[in-house]
């Protein structure tokens, strides 16, 4: 079975820096896709980005752009230019069969002004 | 247009009564899924229906928990005799076509809690 492991609890930013949320997972699967998930406080769930695993080029969307390391099964998102809108609990994301998600536990991003 | 919507937003409960929670996804969406969020967690899937068919049931905790989709369109979550541990945040999600790749686009979610 998928896992999805972030090992990050609760993160911290001050507005206008970078910071990195990191990512692994466990899979036999050569062909899948990632995502990142923003949920802020509101519990709505938003796509941030997504990278399939046969493009070696990283997804990047605006201030938004991941690390694709297939081989270590690491996929870490970095958002530059942090804004307080960015605050929210971020979940990584695993989808392959059936088309059900598999999450991890989330990381908490608080953006300090 | 509009997103996925939910309905009720907060459902309290007392243990041993039965819910239903309902799902309106995005017009047209072939595919929908069901969700349980519990606190500070990630979600977890419980079922997925492409259109009315349920093709996957397997995060069903319990006998339970009931789904069903009968038009292809409005989808509605059942709980049985409501447990404690039943207590979560329960998230639907459309996505356009069956594929694999398409995104999933989530509503708010129904908060529900069992006292």
């Known amino acids: 079975a998928q896992t999805v492991t972030q090992s990050q609890p609760e993160m911290s930013v001050q507005e206008a820096e970078t910071v990195t949320l990191s990512c692994t997972y466990d899979?036999?699967?050569?062909?899948?896709?990632l995502f990142w998930y923003k949920q802020p406080p509101s519990r709505q769930m938003i796509l941030v980005i997504r990278q399939e695993a046969y493009k070696q080029q990283n997804a990047t969307e605006n201030r938004f752009s991941v690390n694709f390391q297939k081989a270590a099964k690491s996929f870490s998102l970095k958002i530059s230019d942090s804004q307080l809108g960015d605050a929210a609990m971020y979940f990584c994301a695993y989808l392959r069969y059936g088309n059900k998600l598999v999450f991890g536990a989330g990381t908490i991003l608080r953006v300090k002004s | 247009g509009a997103g996925v919507s939910q309905s009720p937003r907060y459902k309290v409960a007392k243990r041993g009564q039965d819910v239903a929670l309902r799902c309106d996804p995005i017009?047209?969406?072939?595919?929908l899924f069901w969700y349980q969020q519990a606190l500070g967690q990630g979600p977890e899937f419980l079922t997925y229906?492409?259109?009315?068919?349920?093709?996957?049931k397997s995060g069903l905790p319990s006998d339970r928990f009931f789904a069903e989709r009968p038009e292809g369109s409005v989808s509605t979550l059942k709980i049985q005799r409501t447990q404690q541990e039943d207590s979560a945040v329960y998230l639907c999600a459309s996505s356009p076509t069956d594929e694999v790749h398409n995104e999933q686009f989530f509503g708010p979610g129904t908060r529900l809690t069992v006292l």
């Open positions: 229906f492409q259109n009315e068919a349920q093709l996957d």
């Open positions: 017009s047209g969406h072939v595919s």
């Open positions: 899979t036999s699967e050569s062909d899948y896709y």
